[in-house]
């Protein structure tokens, strides 16, 4: 069973910057799409950010575009969410999500436990 182990969260001001981590268990990572979504009180799960295996196309929601940037270092297993210019709305539980082969847009199947993000002054 693959497992996901989401990391950096925290309490930051307006304007400020966190960056996420998350870290794989499975074998050849180069071949999972990844992706993080979070969840705010009161909504819906929403997708943030995805990336392909190798990293070569990644996707955003329109409310994170050009403020967060997804990465991947697939000799570490691992995902990275780099979020700057953080706004009070991107208050919510970040969570990282994996899927073996397809797209980037297909579901994803395998979840991390979320890490808590707060943006507030």
């Known amino acids: 069973q693959v497992q996901l182990v989401e990391s950096g969260g925290g309490v930051v001001q307006p304007g400020g910057s966190l960056r996420l981590s998350c870290t794989s268990s499975g074998r050849n990572f180069n071949s999972w799409n990844m992706a993080w979504f979070r969840q705010a009180p009161g909504k819906e799960r929403e997708s943030v950010a995805a990336i392909s295996g190798t990293g070569g196309r990644t996707s955003y929601t329109d409310s994170v575009q050009g403020r967060f940037f997804i990465s991947r270092v697939n000799a570490r297993n691992t995902v990275y969410l780099q979020m700057n210019n953080l706004r009070p709305e991107d208050t919510a539980i970040y969570y990282c999500?994996?899927?073996?082969?397809?797209?980037?847009?297909?579901?994803?199947?395998?979840w991390g436990q979320g890490t808590q993000v707060t943006v507030s002054s």
């Open positions: 999500a994996g899927r073996y082969g397809g797209n980037i847009d297909d579901p994803y199947n395998y």
